[in-house]
């Protein structure tokens, strides 16, 4: 038996893991595997869903989807087996969030039940992500779109009753490097006792686009031992975490360690890391860092006369048209535009639609930012900066 898990919902009956059954058979008080953690999970209660009602089954066989209830560790994308014969299926790929909110409740009394909340509309949507600012203590929000987060919001009013606030949607932007640049640095500290030493000559040059962060050791010989790369790589990879521009993640780096020296007394995986981390604030400013911004595949379906209305206001948000169909009940219009100019997009269409226009957006790719908005993007960064260290 092999059964995929796409979506868990919490009810009033406690969560319930959705199932795709591929093969075999599913049955009541059977014990599966799941081949994620390898643990093992007891088939309780099966359901076949029927809106909100639901009607109990024994089992279920392949191209069955049903409920089960009372799955500890499963989420979504996970797979469900025979313990004798497992089989991982392929999971479900979910992007990494565009935008961010922070959000904060009303009452003070409300923060644990808001915790509460959010961890489980986490475990029900992958795409929706819940972090903690460590500088200002700020609960964050991170989804696909401004609807996405407008909704995750409406539920936490209405599903689970607490009053929340929220703050101005953030775009996620990132930032990478152009330029290729060899360089070298050398941490070097000396306290009363044994001090810190490494040393590492490197390269640094953008990746191919998508392909993230590469770490890559070319050392011949034992001019950094083999039990220190790991370390440096570490250094570099936390670093990478905060850009040197307007403190976005940076993206698409290949670092490639060349050469190094070591102490036999001062050497150290601590050092070595520490060493990583001052060699990359060295190096960004001259390896041409650039940020990136989300750039959204939208599609628009409008009635013909307002066509060119459409695609005059989509120019205007640095959009550019891909494609212009026209079908029986209108036209559709595709086309590539930034997300920090997509907000409020829905009301301005059907202002300019006389209500008859609609669209629908995801992620497509990052690219680099126009001058003019890199600028704004730095003060910004700069000015939220100030404004924490107040």
């Known amino acids: 038996m092999r059964a995929l898990a796409f979506k868990i919902m919490e009810d009033r009956y406690g969560a319930l893991t959705f199932l795709r059954i591929y093969s075999g058979k599913l049955e009541k008080g059977t ?38 209830l009372g799955m500890k560790e499963v989420q979504t994308g996970h797979t469900l087996a025979d313990p004798d014969n497992p089989a991982t299926l392929e999971p479900m790929v979910f992007p990494d969030p565009v935008i961010s909110i922070a959000i904060d409740t009303k009452e003070k009394g409300d923060r644990d039940k808001l915790g509460v909340a959010l961890s489980k509309m986490t475990s029900e ?35 689970y009753g607490i009053e929340c606030v929220a703050g101005a949607p953030q775009v996620a932007y990132r930032e990478t490097i152009t330029k290729r640049t060899e360089d070298s640095y050398t941490h070097k500290k000396q306290t ?5 030493f490494g040393k590492i000559d490197f390269v640094i040059e953008p990746n191919e686009p998508g392909e993230g962060f590469e770490f890559v050791s070319e050392i011949k010989g034992g001019n950094v031992p083999k ?23 940076c993206i698409d780096v290949k ?5 190094g020296g070591y102490h036999a007394v001062d050497s150290s995986a601590v050092a ?9 604030r060295q190096v960004m400013p001259k390896a041409g860092p650039q940020i990136l911004e989300p750039i959204m595949k939208v599609d628009c379906y409008v009635p013909e006369d307002y066509v060119g209305d459409t ?4 120019n205007r948000r640095r959009g550019m048209i891909n494609s212009q169909e026209v079908g029986a009940t209108g036209a559709r219009i595709q086309a590539n535009v930034p997300l920090s100019e997509m907000f409020g997009y829905i009301g301005d269409l ?3 639609t006389s209500g008859r226009g609609q669209f629908s957006m995801e992620f497509l790719n990052y690219q680099p930012c126009p001058t003019t908005v890199t600028e704004a993007v730095i003060k910004e960064a700069q000015e939220r900066k100030e404004a924490r260290n107040k």
């Open 31 to 68: 014990t599966v595997v799941n081949t994620y953690t390898g643990r093992k999970e007891r088939i309780g209660r099966i359901v076949e869903m029927h809106a909100d009602s639901r009607e109990e089954l024994s089992s279920a066989k392949a191209g069955d989807i049903v409920a089960v």
């Open 125 to 159: 949507d992958p795409s929706f992500r819940v972090e903690t600012d460590e500088e200002t203590g700020e609960t964050i929000l991170k989804g696909m779109g401004e609807l996405h987060l407008d909704i995750k919001i409406d539920i936490i009013k209405r599903t």
């Open 192 to 196: 009363g006792g044994s001090g810190q």
């Open 227 to 249: 039990e220190f790369w790991p370390a440096i790589e570490k250094g570099f990879k936390l670093s990478l975490e905060e850009g040197v521009l307007a403190g976005f993640q």
């Open 255 to 259: 670092i490639t360690l060349v050469d």
């Open 272 to 280: 070595f890391e520490l060493c990583a981390k001052g060699a990359y």
């Open 311 to 314: 695609i005059g206001d989509l």
């Open 350 to 352: 059907r202002t300019m």
